[in-house]
Each structure stands twice: as C-alpha cells, then as structure tokens.
C-alpha cells in the first residue's frame, strides 16, 4: 500500500444495511470509493455494539480496495491478532483504549499491516506526540465516536492543521471520520485531512438496488474537498 496524499473517500458501512454488507462493499468500490471503513464497536468504549473480527473476515473476500479497521474497543490488545486474521490492510485503535497504547502499537507493527490511532475530539494531539513515528493514520474524530449521522465538530479543524504541523514530513495519514458532507468536507481538506470517512454521508437515500447515489455522494465529497485544497 503506497502512500499518497491525495484525498480519499471511505464510506463506513455504519451506514450501509447490516443484513447485506458484502454485496454494500461492493457496490460502493465499483462507485469509486478509495477505502473501505469498517467499525467495530464493543459497548463498553462506545455506547453502541457493532460486529467483531468475524464479520471483518467474512468481509474481506468482497473488498478489492483497502480495508481500514476503527476499532473502538477498550482493553484492545488481545483482539488485535484476530483483526490481523481478519485480513485488515489497517488496523486503528484509539488512545484513549489503555494504559499502554505504546504496547498495542509494537504489536500491531510487529505484522505487515499499517497502524492508526485516533483520538475522540476531547483528546489534544500531545497524546500522540510520543508515538508519531511509530503510526502510518492518525485518526481526528469529529463527532464523539458511537454513531452515525452525528453533527460535524467544528473545533476539531483547529487540531487537524495541528496535527498537520506535528506530522511535518512525515507519511502520516489525516484521516477525518464523523459528520463529513459536501458542506464539511471542504474545512478538512483544507486543513490538511487526506482520508475522509463519510457513512450517512454516503449510504443516505441509496440501497444495494440503487447504488448511483452512492456514486453520486463519493463524487460530490471528493469534488468538494479536492476544490478546497485548489483554491488555495
Ligand atoms: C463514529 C464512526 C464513524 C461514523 C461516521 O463512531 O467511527 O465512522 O460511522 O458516520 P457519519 O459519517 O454518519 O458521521
Ligand atoms: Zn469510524
């Protein structure tokens, strides 16, 4: 997987039908999405249950393109070789899911599969600071991580051109993920984001029977953040 710093769009499938996920992935890569992002959530670091590595694994055979993993799950490390089975191209945990965040980042990296952290928006960017050459994404949440089709947290821009600054040269992903539209992502791209996670934002109004919507909001988010960066 080469880095590049293009924007890219993932749609969550947070947003997509539970009952047809594979047939879902599908059809937003033959719309052109870039990655796929898929959220694990456990009930105890976010107020929701999603699925866990089983679902991811039966996943893979259906996504071609790159497969990132959010896992909002705390304590995380002894679920980290299952998502490594599950065939995971990246693998994100959250700084705020253990004493000893440093640990799950050698473990993951001790594998050849990209590594993220992400932070929840009430968490600074000096959390990661001791850690920045050991990731290849840094996640910026901007809604508080649980659900769908939350509101856009405006002040986490501010920590996004941050986060820019501390990454300097690095090949770090930004990756943006909750409440990005049209409307948002323009602030993101701007502010130095490249991977822009979208599931209401995407999914909304369309279905596996009618996937040109799909196509139509992956478009519209990319045209919109890639305009931003050109006004500049
Ligand atoms: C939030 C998840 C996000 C979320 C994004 O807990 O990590 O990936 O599904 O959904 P939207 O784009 O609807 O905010
Ligand atoms: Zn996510």
């Known amino acids: 997987m080469a880095f590049d710093k293009s924007i890219k769009i ?3 499938i947070l947003s997509a039908d ?3 996920f594979g047939a879902e992935c599908e059809a937003i890569e033959r719309e052109g999405c870039d990655w796929v992002h898929i959220d694990v959530m456990d009930g105890h670091f976010v107020p929701n249950i999603t699925f ?16 990132d993993v959010h896992l909002m799950i705390s304590p995380v490390d002894d679920f980290i070789d299952s998502f490594l089975d599950a065939g995971a ?3 994100t945990v959250h700084a705020e899911a253990g004493f000893h965040i440093h640990r799950t980042l050698q473990k993951i990296n001790s594998h050849s599969v990209k590594s993220g952290i992400a932070i929840n928006p009430g968490t600074p960017i000096s959390s990661i600071e001791n850690f920045i050459d050991m990731i290849d994404l840094v996640c910026v949440m901007t809604v508080n991580p649980g659900f769908g089709g939350q509101k856009f947290i405006h002040s986490q821009v501010e920590k996004i051109k ?15 993920d909750g409440g990005v539209t049209v409307d948002t992502a323009p602030l993101v791209s701007r502010a130095g984001a490249d991977v822009l996670v979208a599931g209401s934002g995407i999914f909304s109004g369309g279905s596996v029977e009618n996937t040109s919507i799909y196509g139509n909001n992956i478009r519209a988010i990319r ?3 890639n305009a931003a ?3 500049e």
């Open 10 to 12: 993932a749609p969550s």
């Open 89 to 91: 191209d990246i693998i």
């Open 18 to 20: 539970f009952s047809n």
């Open 223 to 225: 045209e919109a953040a």
């Open 52 to 67: 866990g590595a089983q679902t991811c694994k039966s996943l893979r055979p259906h996504i071609k393109k790159i497969m």
């Open 229 to 231: 960066i050109i006004e």
């Open 162 to 176: 941050s986060l820019k600054n501390m990454i300097g040269e690095r090949d770090v992903h930004i990756e943006v």
